[in-house]
């Protein structure tokens, strides 16, 4: 099997180095020439590309699936336009003209709903703020192809951690995560191994259209996270006076797991940091 990752960042590289491992041919997809030279050192193919620049789906390689992880480039919805609905255009049109599977990864940034309750694969998108209307959109778009008979889902990843990403643990100790007002708000995470078996998985045995969760069995109450924090680095937690802005809902992927076939190597985000929060600390 040849898989094109499209994006290989911090995500991106994960999911490539364990289809690697698994012995697929990768091809990954950098903007930055030099970053994507880079790739070929560990056995990626690279290419340096644009995909929201026309015409940049000619410049794709035939391939028997895409992942569709690019990440924008920054906070604007302009940004998130390119990154979102125009490249995912040329990828699922080149997914298309290849009958190639396509695994977009979005963000549970979509569910913006605000009443502590749960949410699920089934529950409709509330995004908040115009960022998250284009990562809604984009979702649709790919459920659109799905319906029109291409191989193409979506695994919502909540709040990715892991090794080389684990600043939860300095917004800790600095004060920024605190106790006090909004304490009582859900928080959603996935572990960055857990979240490349979803994505994996997803390509394997995704249904067409479909929406999935990639998010762990436990989500938590932020004072949860902010005290096991505080006690594992020796810090007293910080008290806020005003809740951060943010949804407040519990984020439940038991139907993807059972549906992927996802056995979760991190269930809750104290098995994920307990052996990043002492790099953290030495740090």
């Given at each position: ?57 000619e410049r794709l390689p035939a391939v028997d699936a895409v ?77 659109a192809a799905g319906a029109a008979g291409l191989q193409a ?131």
């Amino acid at each position: 099997m040849h898989v094109l990752v499209a994006g290989c960042g911090w995500l991106g590289s994960a999911i490539a180095r364990r289809l690697l491992f698994e012995g697929r041919r990768v091809t990954g997809i950098r903007r930055d020439p030099a970053r994507a030279a880079a790739l070929a050192a560990t056995g990626i193919a690279p290419l340096a590309l644009d995909l929201a620049a026309p015409g940049a789906e000619e410049r794709l390689p035939a391939v028997d699936a895409v992942v569709a992880c690019q990440s924008a480039t920054s906070d604007t919805p302009e940004a998130y336009r390119a990154a979102y609905l125009d490249a995912n255009r040329a990828l699922l049109a080149h997914a298309r003209r290849c009958g190639a599977r396509l695994v977009y990864t979005g963000s549970t940034g979509v569910l913006g709903q605000s009443d502590g309750l749960d949410v699920d694969e089934s529950s409709p998108p509330m995004p908040l703020g115009p960022t998250a209307e284009v990562l809604a959109e984009a979702e649709r778009a790919i459920q659109a192809a799905g319906a029109a008979g291409l191989q193409a889902c979506v695994v919502r990843l909540s709040g990715l951690y892991g090794p080389g990403r684990a600043g939860i643990v300095e917004r800790v100790r600095s004060g920024r995560l605190a106790l006090g007002a909004g304490e009582q708000a859900w928080m959603n995470f996935c572990h960055l191994d857990d979240a490349v078996s979803f994505v994996l998985a997803a390509i394997a045995r995704g249904a067409p259209g479909a929406v999935y969760h990639g998010s762990d069995a436990a989500p938590a109450r932020r004072r949860e996270v902010v005290r096991w924090i505080a006690d594992r680095i020796g810090v007293e937690p910080a008290r806020a006076t005003v809740a951060p802005p943010g949804p407040d809902r519990r984020v439940l992927s038991e139907r993807t797991r059972a549906a992927l076939g996802v056995t979760l190597a991190y269930p809750s985000f104290r098995e994920g940091l307990l052996p990043l929060v002492p790099e953290a600390r030495r740090s």
